[in-house]
């Protein structure tokens, strides 16, 4: 069972928007920020989104991060076939002295 | 270009030990804390550990599945780090990806990945 919870999958069509969101406690996600990776089929991890809603330089504006509380969601507006992947949620946790991950959400493009 | 590439991954029996490298390049590497995650095949990311920069004291901290039996280290002449794996356990079977930490506003992030080593555990 990951620290960071996070719903298995999710779909949508090709231009729509789907939001991944992800739940922790006070001692990761209430206490520190939210980074996201997106994982395409075979590749290593990659940063989507760092310090809750900040975005590497050349990401998409398509993805918006935001953070309330314990919980973090992860927006990816006008969906392409390439936004395949699965994406994490990532935060320090206090209490363990070390990082949380989301189990992870696989996105499929119908 | 900042590349990190693992290599050491393998086969090994239940109870062995094997010892990962990564090769970093491409930036300053003494002043980066590193970090090691893992993800068993068709499971989630799991962070194994990380040793800090030795401005910083060069600790490590490891996760509570692999506290004792794994031990990072770095060796910043050769721009090297490395996770050494003892009394492996099946459920230890993972690729094996080599992180570098950033820091923004005193928060940290993983910025670079290597392409992943496969350690496999299995009689």
């Known amino acids: 069972q990951s620290v960071l919870t996070q719903s298995p999958s999710t779909s949508g069509t090709p231009g729509q928007g789907v939001t991944i969101s992800c739940s922790g406690s006070r001692s990761n996600i209430g206490g520190s920020t939210v980074n996201w990776y997106q994982q395409l089929p075979g590749t290593a991890p990659k940063l989507l989104i760092y310090?809750?809603?900040q975005r590497p330089s050349g990401v998409p504006d398509r993805f918006s991060g935001s953070k309330s509380g314990t919980s973090a969601s992860l927006a990816i507006s006008g969906l392409q076939s390439e936004d395949e992947a699965d994406y994490y949620c990532?935060?320090?946790?206090?209490?363990?002295?070390?990082?949380?991950f989301g189990g992870g959400t696989k996105l499929t493009v119908l | 270009e900042v590349q990190l590439v693992e290599s050491g991954g393998g086969l090994v029996k239940p109870g062995g030990s094997l010892r990962l490298s990564c090769a970093a390049s491409g930036f300053t590497f003494s002043n980066a804390w590193m970090s090691w995650v893992r993800q068993a095949p068709g499971k989630g990311l799991e962070w194994v550990g990380r040793i800090k920069s030795n401005a910083d004291g060069g600790t490590t901290d490891n996760a509570a599945p692999v506290k004792g039996r794994f031990t990072i280290s770095r060796d910043d002449s050769k721009n090297m780090l490395y996770l050494q794996m003892n009394s492996l356990k099946t459920e230890d079977t993972a690729v094996y990806y080599c992180?570098?930490?950033?820091?923004?506003?005193?928060?940290?992030?993983?910025?670079?990945w290597g392409q992943g080593t496969l350690v496999t555990v299995s009689s």
């Open positions: 992180t570098r930490r950033r820091a923004v506003a005193g928060k940290g992030l993983f910025d670079y």
């Open positions: 310090s809750n809603n």
């Open positions: 990532a935060a320090w946790d206090d209490s363990l002295n070390g990082w949380v």
